[in-house]
């Protein structure tokens, strides 16, 4: 049986240590940093069957996207809450939402207090699109009280 040195159980356990207290994060989309655990788990975004059957995921046609908030407080959004990105080369780019958003801050309560969520209308568009792109509909806004921000998205295939 080899003998192992204590520098080395101790390095082990240090790399662990600090490999396990890191937190991970969403950096993947330009100008956007926040930690892994933040985004799509209290508040999420999806295409409701219901609200969304009118959606075509065609380039520029308005699109209803639906957030909930699965968390206890009320969550804010700043009018510059809403990106979209498009998929090109192999890399996230902001695209033009041909719906403007309000000026004005909303407010989503809990599903608790209001099951049905908030529609989110928008109308993604690539210029001279060709063949069906990638998008995400990435929304950040701020826990209510605390400030601490929260992000959900969704991707979807958008079509010419």
Known sequence: MKKVSYTTILSVLLMFGVVGCSKSQFDELPGIKLDADKVNSVF???EDPVGGSANTHKNGEYLAVTG????????????????????????????ENRIRSAHAT??????????PGMIIAVAPYVPDMQTPTSIRIFLEGCVEGTNEPIAAYWDITLQP
């Open 106 to 115: 909303a407010v989503l309560a809990s599903e608790k207090e209001f099951p």
């Open 68 to 95: 909930k908030n699965k968390g206890e407080s009320n969550i804010l959004f700043s009018p510059d809450s809403l990106k979209i990105f498009a998929k090109n080369d192999g890399e996230w780019v902001q695209i």
């Open 44 to 46: 999420i975004v999806y």
